[in-house]
């Protein structure tokens, strides 16, 4: 079992940033890949970006290229997303995954909101 715990979440102006973290526990060790989705209100749920935990390189959707990073801090299990240049098109609640051996595990979620 993997347990996975965002943070980071909340409220940004137009053109803010906001960081998200998603803490990983358990069995992290076979762990091959972390990342995020996203799901507003009446839309399915949006890969929003990837990150192999071995190295490699991160995907992205392409509506937040260039504005948003994922990267991973392994010595501390855990992934980020940073959100820069955000528009109100970013507000969603925000749930980490990680994949291991197979079996796609989540976090309870995070929203952010993006309104002046």
């Known amino acids: 079992q993997v347990q996975l715990v965002e943070s980071g979440g909340g409220l940004a102006q137009p053109g803010g940033s906001l960081k998200l973290s998603c803490a990983a526990s358990?069995?992290?060790?076979?762990?091959?890949?972390m990342g995020w989705f996203r799901r507003t209100p009446g839309k399915e749920r949006e890969f929003v970006a990837g990150?192999?935990?071995?190295?490699?390189?991160?995907s992205y959707t392409d509506s937040v290229k260039g504005r948003f990073t994922i990267f991973r801090d392994n010595a501390l299990n855990t992934v980020y997303l940073q959100m820069n240049s955000l528009n109100s098109e970013d507000t969603a609640a925000y749930y980490c995954?990680?994949?291991?051996?197979?079996?796609?595990?989540w976090g309870q979620g995070t929203q952010v909101t993006v309104s002046s």
């Open positions: 990150i192999p935990w071995s190295g490699g390189t991160a």
């Open positions: 995954y990680a994949n291991v051996l197979g079996v796609r595990y």
């Open positions: 358990g069995r992290t060790f076979d762990t091959s890949v």
